[in-house]
C-alpha cells in the first residue's frame, strides 16, 4: 500500500508532462513559449474540456502521493509536514477557479473568477514552497541542497512569471512567459519524483526510532556461589550492546546511501 501510493508521485508527474506536451496540440495557434498554462484551461479555451479531467487525475494522485509520505515518515516531524502540505496541494487542485482568456480580460471581461484563480495560484506554489522547505529537514545534506537549489530556482522565475502578470492581463505579447512557468513546474515535478524515489528505496521502519542499548556492566557483591552467574550477565550485556551499536551502525550506513 505505502509503495503503490509513493508510485503516485512518479506518476502524478510523469502524467502532467504529458499534459504539457500533448495538449496544447489540441490547439492551433497556441503557444508553449508565450502563454500560462492556465490558459490550456480558461473559459472558452479549445483544450478546457481535457485539460480539466487530466487535471483532476493529476491532483488525487498528488493528494494520494502525500499520503504515501506520510505513511513512510514513521516519526519524522519535517517529513509528515511535507506529507500533509502535499495532501492539501491535490485537494485544493481539486476546485481551481478557471481564468478568462486574454482578449476578454484586455476587454475589461475579468471576473471574480480571474481574482480566485490568482489566489489559488498564490496558494498552490507557497505550498510547494513549504513542503520543499520542510523536505530539507527531513533528509540528509544532499537532499537538502538540492531542495534548497530548487526553491532558489522557483523564486527566481515567479519573479520573472509575475513581471509579466500585466501584460498578459493587456493581450501584450509575452514571448518568455511560458518557458519561465513551465520550467517552474518542471522542477518542482523532478522534486516530486526525486523523494518519491528516495522513500521507495529507504525502508519503511527506518523513519522510526531505533532503539539504543548500551553495554552495561553488571557490578555489585553477590552471594558466594554466584560469581559464575554474574559473569554471565555481563558477558551477555556486552554482546547486547555490541549488537545494538552494529545495528545503528548499519542504519547510518543504509540512510547514507539512500540520501545521496
Known amino acids: 500500500m505505502r509503495k503503490a501510493l509513493l508510485v503516485c508521485g512518479v506518476l502524478s508527474s510523469l502524467l502532467y508532462v504529458a499534459m504539457l506536451v500533448f495538449v496544447p496540440m489540441q490547439w492551433e495557434g497556441y503557444s508553449s513559449a508565450a502563454q500560462t498554462v492556465s490558459e490550456l484551461s480558461a473559459i472558452d479555451a479549445p483544450t478546457r474540456p481535457l485539460w480539466v479531467p487530466l487535471g483532476i487525475i493529476y491532483t488525487l494522485l498528488v493528494a494520494a502521493f502525500g499520503w504515501g509520505v506520510w505513511m ?77 537549489t530548487t526553491i532558489a530556482i522557483l523564486v527566481v522565475l515567479g519573479v520573472l512569471t509575475g513581471l509579466d502578470g500585466p501584460r498578459l492581463q493587456a493581450n501584450l505579447p509575452t514571448p518568455l512567459l511560458g518557458v519561465w512557468e513551465r520550467i517552474m513546474i518542471g522542477v518542482f515535478l523532478l522534486w516530486v519524483v526525486v523523494l518519491a524515489v528516495t522513500l521507495l528505496r529507504r525502508s519503511p521502519s527506518r523513519g522510526g526510532t531505533i532503539a539504543r542499548v548500551k553495554a552495561t556492566r553488571v557490578a555489585g557483591m553477590v552471594a558466594p556461589g554466584f560469581e559464575e552467574v554474574r559473569a554471565v550477565f555481563e558477558r551477555g550485556a556486552r554482546a547486547l550492546g555490541a549488537a545494538a551499536a552494529a545495528d545503528r551502525g548499519a542504519s547510518r550506513l543504509l540512510d547514507s546511501l539512500g540520501d545521496h
Open 72 to 148: 513512510s515518515a514513521r516519526g519524522n516531524r519535517p517529513l509528515r509536514v511535507v506529507a500533509a502540505l502535499l495532501v492539501v496541494y491535490g485537494i485544493i487542485g481539486l476546485g481551481w477557479p478557471p481564468m478568462h482568456q486574454r482578449a476578454v480580460l484586455a476587454a475589461g471581461g475579468g471576473t471574480l473568477s480571474d481574482t480566485l484563480h490568482i489566489v489559488w495560484s498564490f496558494v498552490t506554489v507557497s505550498l510547494m514552497l513549504f513542503a520543499m522547505a520542510f523536505g530539507t529537514a527531513g533528509f540528509g545534506r544532499r537532499f537538502r541542497i538540492y531542495s534548497l
